[in-house]
Each structure stands twice: as structure tokens, then as C-alpha cells.
């Protein structure tokens, strides 16, 4: 049996979005969603570096935007799973939202939030 090592809750989350590498934009479409990342269709054409990206995107029928700093974990296929490396302010209250929608139980977030904050609040080993 396969251990699950995902961290945080995810749900299905169907939106057109971009993911930007340097001077680049590539249309992607968003299949699930995290606090700590996504899984979003691979778009043709490119290829997967070490470089990091940036995923943006519209909630439906708003004009709230979300934009997170990402970097690729894993590809299989035309998916492409990615990380959350870096988020601000707006973008992290309007995905609380849409996460504590989906969860159904608000209480949940400060766990998420926790285990968010702890991940990447570490320092780098020296």
C-alpha cells in the first residue's frame, strides 16, 4: 500500500491560468490546489527546468487574482505537480477562502497554515 505524503488538503480546482518563466507565459489549466501548490496541465512546448515559475490566476467570474512563486516536483505525463515557494499577503487570504470553502471545517486552516509556515520557514542547511 502507498503511503500518502501530502501535507496539506487538496481539491478539485478546474481554472485557466499562466505559468511565467522568466520573459515566457504559458497558458495552463489548474486541476487541483493546495496551500502549498497545484497540479496544472503541462503546456506544450515547454520544458521543465530548475528555474522557477510563477502561477497565476483568476477566481471564477471575479477579479481577484492569485499568484504564487512555484517550482516543478514532479511531471507525469501532461501534468505537472508544483510547489508553492513564495505567496503574498492578498494572494494567501483570498486561497484561505477558497480553501476553508472546500474543507468545510474553518478550523482545520490554522493547521494548514502552521505546517505552511514551518516548511518554509526553514533555513537552509549551511
Not at 481577484?64 to 515557494?85: D, F, S
Amino acid at each position: 500500500m502507498m503511503q500518502e505524503r501530502r501535507q496539506f488538503f487538496r481539491f478539485l480546482f478546474e481554472a485557466s491560468a499562466t505559468l511565467t518563466q522568466q520573459e515566457t507565459i504559458w497558458p495552463t489549466q489548474i486541476y487541483d490546489l493546495s496551500l502549498n501548490g497545484a497540479l496544472v496541465s503541462k503546456p506544450e512546448g515547454m520544458i521543465v527546468t530548475s528555474q522557477p515559475l510563477t502561477l497565476d490566476f483568476s477566481l471564477n467570474d471575479s477579479e481577484i487574482n492569485i499568484t504564487m512563486q512555484v517550482k516543478v516536483v514532479h511531471e507525469r505525463n501532461t501534468l505537472l505537480g508544483l510547489a508553492c515557494e513564495h505567496i503574498d499577503i492578498d494572494s494567501i487570504s483570498h486561497l484561505r477562502r477558497i480553501i476553508e470553502l472546500n474543507m468545510g471545517d474553518t478550523s482545520k486552516w490554522d493547521n494548514e497554515l502552521n505546517a505552511f509556515i514551518e516548511i518554509h520557514d526553514k533555513e537552509p542547511a549551511a
